[in-house]
């Protein structure tokens, strides 16, 4: 089946500094989807890319999906303590639009 | 509006036991999804209901698992005899039609002792 790896498993930063998490997938993908997940909360939609080389920004976040539409990234600048939380991919594949397959997540942990 | 519920937010059962897991999706919501997630790790897709349609159960991991969505909105997930393995989180979700944006629920905690 379909498996999309995410990169990296947990991060720690100092507040302030720049992360950047991954998602790859072996096939093509219709679009995908970035949740975030606060510690003891569950997903929260984030945004959704479709677009190949698609670019688009929320305030200090940055999603990119990238042009063969087999990877995508998430890049927080200047992260902040309220930033803390597991971040996953949802990637769907082409025709199956309505079904996401999540990544494994990448835990944020940040301190002062 | 309210946001999807889930019932009950903790569960203790007996290997063996069977269990029963309630969703109530957003009122309008067409979609709705059954998803686990075990301690520390993703989320893993185990069924996924479409207003009339069959719903796929592609991800359920075996038979002691189903899954009802009576009159297109509550859903019930029904384990049969627990196994400690089947302790995780279960997370509903749903989304409007025409929508890509997931709404998940609190989850429910299901513990297998």
């Known amino acids: 089946g379909q498996q999309v790896m995410q990169i990296p498993q947990y991060q720690h930063v100092q507040e302030g500094e720049d992360f950047t998490t991954y998602c790859n997938s072996s096939?093509?993908?219709?679009?995908i989807q970035w949740y975030k997940q606060r510690p003891g909360g569950h997903p929260v939609f984030l945004i959704q890319l479709v677009k190949s080389g698609e670019v688009k920004k929320q305030k200090r976040l940055t999603f990119q999906f990238g042009e063969a539409k087999k990877n995508s990234s998430l890049h927080i600048t200047a992260t902040q303590t309220t930033d803390v939380g597991t971040y996953f991919c949802?990637?769907?594949?082409?025709?199956?639009?309505?079904?996401?397959?999540f990544g494994t997540g990448t835990r944020l942990q940040v301190t002062l | 509006g309210a946001g999807v519920s889930q019932s009950p937010s903790n569960k203790v059962t007996e290997k063996g036991k069977d269990v029963e897991l309630r969703c109530d999706p957003i009122s309008g919501h067409t979609a709705l999804y059954w998803y686990r997630q075990s301690l520390g790790q993703g989320l893993e897709f185990l069924i996924y209901f479409q207003g009339n349609s069959a719903p796929d159960k592609s991800g359920l991991p075996s038979d002691r698992f189903s899954a009802e969505r009576t009159g297109g909105s509550v859903s019930t997930l029904t384990i049969q005899r627990t196994q400690q393995e089947d302790s995780a989180v279960y997370l509903c979700?749903?989304?409007?039609?025409?929508?890509?944006?997931?709404?998940f629920g609190p989850g429910t905690r299901l513990t297998v002792t």
């Open positions: 979700a749903s989304r409007r039609t025409g929508s890509y944006e997931q709404y």
């Open positions: 096939t093509t993908l219709s679009n």
């Open positions: 949802g990637a769907s594949l082409a025709g199956t639009a309505s079904k996401l397959t």
